[in-house]
């Protein structure tokens, strides 16, 4: 079961990895040039809208098509997304999950059953027709049934969040952030549910909190730097300085997986390090202008909204010191009967 969630959890993020440099450049357009951004320009600002209802939600749907059915299922995936985003009123980053893999698998199945059965001479026509067609039939299935689907769920999300806020218990989420990240949902789970929220708080007010919750790196460096100063094992603490390198400030988060699963304890360091670093954020109104793609210390610095960096890298300070003050103890104590290795540790992750 662990195993097909995190397949899923890559197949999702591998729509949205590969068009990473997309997000990054609608972020720094949006930090730059709406008006409470670095550089306030009306006309350049005018790209941020349409860079989020069309471009960054049609990039996805292609990969995800092209993952399933090749080329053609990518073409598949970007035109039956139209239909979707067309349906509904929000943001449909989730809606270009769904249907780009779906349009391609639909163009993928046509093939299979018509393969060896085109004439000569036909095979140009039929193949053109075949994506003409099936993805005007997916387009308006998407703009009926996908775009509205997606529309609701992201409604109730969204009033989900609302609730939190309003009761203030908002930070609690990552109670159930950090578990699931160490199984390979971050990128799907930040990109997959904050992004997309986050895109509409963007628009509203010029910044979000929900691009703070999955990305910050500070509960990971946390536990790195406890490894670095307290691990009695050679291997791992020395091998701790250069993955926290790689984590902070390349935003590779998943290099601190391995040492967070060699004592599943640390997860209450991440936790507690996540849910402080979320409290600082709300009293204070933090957000960042775009989605640190990939959450590192360096996209921190240049998704914060003019006026907040400190305050911005503040979070991640805190979200580091709380879990660093946590994983210490933990550390300590378990050094002398670690269950398994590094290694093992790297070893169990490759498997799955």
Known sequence: MKAKVQ??????????MPNIGAFIAWGLI???FIPSGWLPNEQLAKMVGPFLTYV??????????KIVGGLRGAIMGAIATVGVICGTTYTMFMGAMVMGPLAGLVIKKFDAAVDGR????FEMLINNFSVGILGMVMAILGFYLIGPVMGIILSFLTAGVQILLQAGIFPLIGVFVEPAKVLFLNNAINHG???PLGAEQVAETGKSIFYMIETNP??????????WFFSKDNTTRQSAPGALIIHLLGGIHEISFPYILMNPALLLATISGSVAALFYNMIFDLGLSGPPAPGSLISYLAMAPKGSTLSVILSIIIAAAVSFII???IIKMSAAKSSESLEEAQQKMSRT
């Open 7 to 16: 397949s899923f959890g890559r197949f999702l993020s591998g729509m949205v």
């Open 30 to 32: 949006t930090a730059l």
């Open 56 to 65: 960054l939600p049609l990039l996805i749907a292609f990969q995800g098509g």
């Open 118 to 121: 085109i004439k000569p001479g």
């Open 193 to 195: 549910i904050f992004t």
């Open 218 to 227: 500070g509960p990971g460096t946390g536990v790195l730097l406890a490894y």
């Open 327 to 329: 994983a210490s103890p």
